[in-house]
T-cell receptor, first 114, second 111 residues
Framework: GQNIDQPTEMTATEGAIVQINCTYQ??????LFWYQQHAGEAPTFLSY????GLEEKGRFSSFLSRSKGYSYLLLKELQMKDSASYLC???????????????FGKGTKLSVIP | EAGVAQSPRYKIIEKRQSVAFWCNPI?????LYWYQQILGQGPKLLIQ????????DSQLPKDRFSAERLKGVDSTLKIQPAKLEDSAVYLC?????????FGPGTRLTVT
């Protein structure tokens, strides 16, 4: 089975830095995704970590520790448009070309305030 | 490249009625997924197709939900009869080896 935990809500100030944590206990693991989802819209891909360490992509960075079952998404220089839900998802072991499953956490709703 | 297409975008029905959703994945993507996302929660996988075959439908409530992907491209998801608790956004996704791409979803309201 899969158990993925992330905070329900967070609030941060425009221009600041925020870290959204995700912990997981899974029966199989082949990487961790972060998706961004604006209200009423589809999730969009932010990052994918399969090895331990930090992956940086512009204002967004994602970190993974497989031994601790822990990941975080770091958002720098927050903008109002970053107000959205951030979904942590664990990828099950690869089962074929393009065929794998994601198990999602409940999402963290981030509100950026002026 | 065109993204994942879904229709309709919104649907309101009464309980015990039936409803169908349509999805057209990204061209060339063999794997297609249907998810249910209840307000305030993450997407929950309902069914996964590889080409026109079902890979996993263990979380599909088969007494009322059905899905097909007859020619290995488009897919339809049907609910019959609908219950109040089926109110949710139904997301379709297709995958490459690196990520899943989501469609805009169908927001279903059952009254």
């Amino acid at each position: 089975g899969q158990n993925i935990d992330q905070p329900t809500e967070m609030t941060a100030t425009e221009g600041a830095i925020v870290q959204i944590n995700c912990t997981y206990q899974t029966s199989g693991f082949n990487g961790l995704f972060w998706y961004q989802q604006h209200a009423g819209e589809a999730p969009t891909f932010l990052s994918y970590n399969v090895l331990d360490g930090l992956e940086e992509k512009g204002r967004f960075s994602s970190f993974l520790s497989r031994s601790k079952g822990y990941s975080y998404l770091l958002l720098k220089e927050l903008q109002m448009k970053d107000s959205a839900s951030y979904l942590c998802a664990v990828r099950d072991p690869y089962s074929g070309a393009g065929s794998y499953q994601l198990t999602f956490g409940k999402g963290t709703k981030l509100s950026v305030i002026p | 490249e065109a993204g994942v297409a879904q229709s309709p975008r919104y649907k309101i029905i009464e309980k015990r009625q039936s409803v169908a959703f349509w999805c057209n994945p990204i061209s060339g993507h063999a794997t297609l997924y249907w998810y249910q996302q209840i307000l305030g929660q993450g997407p929950k996988l309902l069914i996964q197709f590889q080409n026109n075959g079902v890979v996993d439908d263990s979380q599909l409530p088969k007494d009322r939900f059905s899905a097909e992907r007859l020619k290995g491209v488009d897919s339809t998801l049907k609910i019959q009869p609908a219950k109040l608790e089926d109110s949710a956004v139904y997301l379709c996704a297709s995958s490459s080896t690196t990520q899943q791409y989501f469609g805009p979803g169908t927001r279903l309201t059952v009254t």
